[in-house]
């Protein structure tokens, strides 16, 4: 079986972000790291590997500088490495981006290709779902459980009251949600290993996609303004002073948030 | 331009190991000191994540790094927030299982090596004895041979991992002392702790390292076959000499990199803490004490790393060894010290860490052979 895990270089959501002019983070003035959600999907595809010898190759669309973030994912113990370099890509949207992945696929064979359900920085959500719908694929998504037997996949698709067991043909493909494992951390062998992991670095030219399909001046969506989030709010706090009004108080208080 | 030793891979074990030590250690520090034992899990788990064998050949289990991967995960398992977890690790990585590595036969690595890597066997070393410390020809622990094998008789003291070993490297006298080969008469074997006559007599309780497991151990009749001499017959003292060289070093780099976790906290402290109207990182006084010490950390890092490069390239200078084992001992002693000064009445409490690194630190200068034993070995090399 041939796997392609996409990973994204993130920046460190622990680190101030500097907002450029063309008001998208700018990815080299802090700590960039591989999206921590990755470490799920990379941690799926690594299982698979070692239970059936599946060949796992990860993908990345991003600069030059994010090469350390691909040998980081390779260090978990994967195969080898496609990384689509280009500067037309630059400031592209989730759609923009679906297609990049969805034509950087295309060049490969695969049987399955798992996602992180999203990453820590746009939080869209949209990419996995796009990339299946340009490749007429099944898509399933916020898996927290996945398992391959012969060629189908089945995973439990995460929701608010609870999973759906959904399955599908492979080629397919799949996000997966933080729930779904403990990921691993990498050997020392492994972050040696990486070093000389087979790396292919490839051009939009190379994937046959055109710039006008891409980048910031093609996006679909337009960013217009930003904000920080609000500050949290304080909560509310009930005290018990052992009389057992804090009790109604706590019950009211559910009600009233439609919790009861 | 990259002036440390280390390349971007030790870079990223480090970032690993920190996080794992962060996540899955630290919140059990507390814990394990009060219950006066490391949890059990912790070896496995490590061996899991190939911790315990960085600088081990693939072949036996290891990761086939070099030493410097070792350093990495000294300096790192000092921020556990316990002085136990890098010592008992310490005693199972780069103390009881070297020379396993060193002179053991295929056998012997396989059976104990490989487990010890795995973290399926924990190891201790044995050379102390109630009457005989840094003093090693003054052993008493006897072996007597017996038909294809060894019977042993004896006691070994403040034995680390001893409690709870599976086996024990140990340093055996095997015949008398001779006046023409002083050295000779000694050997090394691996002693599995379920033998019988094995026990352990007693947990010792100490002032700090509280937890970590220390033994004294008593032997009677214990029945040991043949194979388990480790190296060469009446050659243990030469071999336990060579495996004290890496006791020593790997001691004074988790006493260096322990000494920076201190002195990071007391800084941290100092700027947080008011008198008089301001932080007391604001007096002269202050500053100039966290300056001293961190002027002293770093002369004291560089010797450390020039032995750990030249133990690197499998040289080592006796010398400059004790050197970096005396010095890191009574540094990591004195910025501790130091620090609980700083922290004033909150160091003294049993609340906070000060305390706990203060007992922890002053092991230092007394295991692994003393200050005084290391000014001896210096002042011997010298020719003074």
């Known amino acids: 079986m041939k796997i392609i895990v996409p990973v994204k270089r993130t920046p460190d959501t622990a680190a101030e972000k500097v907002i450029g002019d063309d008001?998208?983070?700018?990815?080299?003035a802090g700590e960039s790291v591989l999206c921590p959600v990755n470490e799920f999907s990379i941690e799926e595809a690594v299982r698979l590997k070692e239970s059936q010898d599946a060949e796992v190759t990860v993908l990345l669309v991003g600069p030059e500088s994010a090469q350390s973030t691909v040998r980081k994912a390779l260090s978990y113990g994967l195969d080898g490495g496609l990384q689509v370099t280009d500067d037309a890509?630059?400031?592209?949207?989730?759609?923009?981006?679906a297609r990049v992945i969805a034509k950087a696929l295309e060049s490969r064979e695969w049987d399955l290709v798992i996602f992180g359900n999203q990453s820590t920085d746009a939080r869209t959500c949209l990419v996995p779902a796009a990339v299946a719908e340009l490749l007429g694929v099944p898509s399933l998504t916020y898996a927290r459980h996945l398992e391959v037997e012969g060629d189908t996949v089945t995973v439990h698709r995460e929701h608010e009251e609870g999973w759906d067991v959904v399955e599908a043909q492979l080629p397919a493909i799949v996000s997966v949600v933080e729930a779904i494992n403990e990921p691993r951390y990498p050997s020392f062998k492994g972050i040696m290993a990486a070093k000389s992991k087979p790396l292919d670095v490839v051009s939009l030219a190379d994937l046959g996609v055109s710039a006008d399909e891409v980048g910031a001046g093609n996006a679909a969506a337009t960013m217009y303004e930003f904000e920080p989030r609000p500050p949290k709010e304080a909560g509310t706090v009930?005290?018990?002073?052992?009389?057992?009004?804090?009790a109604a108080q706590l019950a009211d208080w559910m009600v009233d948030k439609k919790f009861a | 331009m990259r002036t440390t030793p280390f390349t971007t891979e030790h870079d990223a074990?480090?970032?690993?190991?920190?996080?794992?030590v962060e996540d899955e250690l630290a919140p059990h520090a507390r814990e394990w000191e009060e219950d006066g034992w490391i949890a059990d899990w912790v070896w496995p788990r490590m061996g899991e994540l190939g911790l315990l064998g960085l600088s081990v050949p693939e072949e036996y289990g290891g990761q086939g790094g070099d030493y410097w991967s070792t350093v990495v995960l000294a300096e790192e398992l000092t921020r556990c927030g316990s002085g136990s977890l890098p010592m008992a690790i310490g005693v199972q990585t780069d103390m009881a299982t070297p020379p396993i590595l060193q002179f053991g036969t295929e056998q012997q690595k396989q059976d104990y090596l490989v487990p010890a890597m795995q973290g399926t066997k924990i190891a201790s070393i044995g050379i102390s004895e109630p009457d005989a410390g840094s003093d090693v020809r003054a052993i008493r622990t006897r072996a007597r041979p017996d038909g294809d094998g060894w019977v042993l008789n004896g006691s070994k003291t403040y034995i680390t991992n001893g409690v709870r070993a599976d086996f024990v490297t140990m340093v055996v006298r095997t015949a008398d002392a001779d006046p023409g080969d002083p050295w000779g008469g000694i050997s090394l074997f691996l002693i599995e702790t379920d033998l019988p006559g094995f026990e352990v007599a007693a947990k010792l309780d100490k002032v700090g390292m509280r937890a970590s497991d220390t033994a004294l151990l008593h032997l009677e009749d214990v029945p040991v076959p043949g194979d388990a001499l480790l190296g060469t017959v009446h050659e243990g003292f030469k071999q336990i000499m060579w495996q004290l060289q890496g006791e020593r070093l790997i001691g004074a780099i988790g006493g260096v990199a322990g000494a920076w976790r201190t002195w990071e906290s007391a800084l941290a402290y100092t700027r947080e803490r008011e008198a008089f109207g301001r932080p007391i990182s604001g007096f002269q006084v202050t500053r100039h004490t966290l300056v001293d010490l961190a002027t002293e950390i770093e002369a004291a890092q560089a010797l450390v790393y020039e032995a750990c490069d030249a133990w690197n390239r499998g040289e080592y200078d006796v010398e400059r060894v004790a050197m970096c084992k005396l010095v890191a001992a009574q540094l990591a002693f004195k910025v501790a010290d130091t620090s609980m000064?700083?922290?004033?009445?909150?160091?003294?409490?049993?609340?906070?860490?000060?305390?706990?690194?203060?007992?922890?630190?002053?092991?230092?200068?007394?295991?692994?052979?003393?200050?005084?034993?290391?000014?001896?070995i210096i002042s011997k090399l010298m020719g003074l």
């Open chain 1, 238 to 246: 009930v005290e018990d002073d052992g009389s057992g009004a804090a």
């Open chain 2, 13 to 20: 074990l480090r970032a690993s190991i920190r996080r794992f």
């Open chain 1, 89 to 97: 890509i630059a400031g592209s949207d989730a759609l923009g981006t």
């Open chain 1, 23 to 28: 008001r998208t983070v700018d990815r080299d």
């Open chain 2, 341 to 376: 000064q700083l922290h004033g009445g909150y160091g003294y409490s049993r609340e906070f860490d000060v305390e706990r690194n203060w007992r922890d630190s002053r092991l230092a200068r007394i295991g692994g052979g003393a200050d005084e034993v290391q000014r001896e």
